[in-house]
């Protein structure tokens, strides 16, 4: 079995998603920071990562209905 197979306890799945959020904040300002040129693209993904990673926090510790945000982001995902 795959390690994406295996189902994580959802206390471990919020560690790891507290970790990622963490994680991408510190990608997202070398990004800023520590470049004599700024790469839009790359902010733009991790700031997705964060925002994707916070959702699901949400959803999982505080019980919000995120399917109207996740069918937005779809949208924007099939536009050009």
Same mark, same amino acid.
């Given at each position: 079995? #795959?390690? $994406?197979?295996? %189902? $994580?306890?959802? #206390? !471990? &799945?919020?560690?790891?998603?507290?970790?990622?959020? /963490?994680?991408? @904040? +510190?990608?997202? &300002?070398?990004? @800023?920071?520590?470049?004599?040129?700024?790469? &839009? +693209?790359?902010? @733009?993904?991790?700031?997705?990562?964060? *925002?994707?990673? !916070?959702?699901?926090?949400?959803?999982?510790? /505080?019980? @919000? +209905?995120? #399917? *109207?945000?996740?069918?937005?982001? $779809? &949208?924007?995902? *099939?536009? %050009?």
């Amino acid at each position: 079995m #795959s390690k $994406e197979q295996i %189902p $994580e306890k959802d #206390s !471990v &799945r919020e560690a790891h998603l507290m970790l990622f959020i /963490l994680a991408n @904040v +510190d990608l997202l &300002r070398m990004e @800023v920071l520590d470049r004599t040129e700024i790469d &839009r +693209d790359a902010i @733009v993904t991790h700031a997705n990562n964060i *925002e994707w990673q !916070v959702m699901e926090l949400a959803q999982r510790i /505080l019980g @919000v +209905d995120i #399917s *109207e945000w996740q069918a937005k982001q $779809e &949208r924007k995902r *099939e536009q %050009p």
